[in-house]
């Protein structure tokens, strides 16, 4: 039997003979009630001993583990933010890189903070999009908001309003003459959820306003983690937001996509 009809057959014999769950098998990994990418071998030992089963963690080559293993995404929904969540658990790769289709973030091996945005893009049905660093991430968006400097709490010296969910953020870690890099972006993130000073009259609920208090959803070490973006900070901020222009048309999705 060739080996992709085994594969196919061991696989289907498994889940004959029972469910498997979906979830990560690690507590401490399911932080996102079971949203993210996780990775599966099934086995199966037949009445003689003999055990088949499909490729498991050593199937790799030089861009992380081949498509060949099962892959499992589960994300939160079919928006930019829901199909990012389906990055969850993918690990933190600097400089993703691999041609076409080999390309890291398309095979979820591993991204970096910006390539992270635009898989989940390219998930929606954005072919137009392709991997790029912070600072090209105004190819596809254009800005809203900044550049303003936050401190070391996350707050600017005015409000900064008309911020959406599902926004980018483009950091530049400390202050001015200060500066942690010479790069004019670190890093990116994705404003998560909108939040407030507990302690404040909106006592921990949307405010309207970008500060220390909102979530956002960025990668950290060692993966996509969501957090405060106070601990972004103190940094220099724009706001982008996706402009539907620049992503061009969205490709209808395949089933299981």
Request: hydrophobic residues 40%; contains cysteine; positive net charge.
């Amino acid at each position: 039997m060739a080996g992709s009809s085994l594969q196919v057959a061991v696989a289907t014999l498994a889940l004959l003979l029972g469910p498997a769950g979906a979830r990560p098998p690690r507590a401490a990994e399911d932080l996102h009630d079971g949203l993210g990418t996780m990775r599966h071998r099934a086995e199966v030992r037949l009445a003689g001993g003999r055990v088949l089963g499909t490729p498991g963690a050593g199937a790799v080559d030089q861009f992380g583990i081949l498509p060949s293993v099962f892959r499992v995404s589960l994300r939160r929904d079919d928006t930019f933010l829901g199909h990012l969540t389906g990055y969850f658990l993918v690990p933190e790769v600097f400089g993703s890189a691999g041609p076409g289709a080999n390309h890291q973030t398309e095979r979820f091996t591993g991204a970096d903070c910006a390539d992270v945005l635009t898989g989940a893009l390219r998930r929606m049905g954005h072919d137009r999009v392709w991997h790029t660093h912070v600072a090209g991430l105004t190819k596809y968006a254009r800005v809203v908001a900044g550049p303003v400097q936050l401190d070391d709490r996350g707050a600017a010296p005015a409000p900064v309003t008309g911020v959406q969910v599902g926004d980018v953020i483009r950091i530049r870690y400390g202050t001015a003459g200060e500066w942690v890099t010479r790069r004019g972006w670190d890093h990116v993130a994705v404003l998560y959820e909108d939040r407030s000073d507990p302690a404040g009259p909106h006592r921990g609920q949307p405010d309207g306003r970008l500060d220390g208090f909102d979530l956002v959803v960025h990668m950290g070490h060692p993966r996509l983690q969501v957090e405060p973006l106070e601990r972004q900070t103190p940094a220099r901020i724009d706001v982008l937001r996706w402009d539907p222009r620049r992503l061009g048309p969205r490709r209808a999705r395949a089933a299981g996509e």
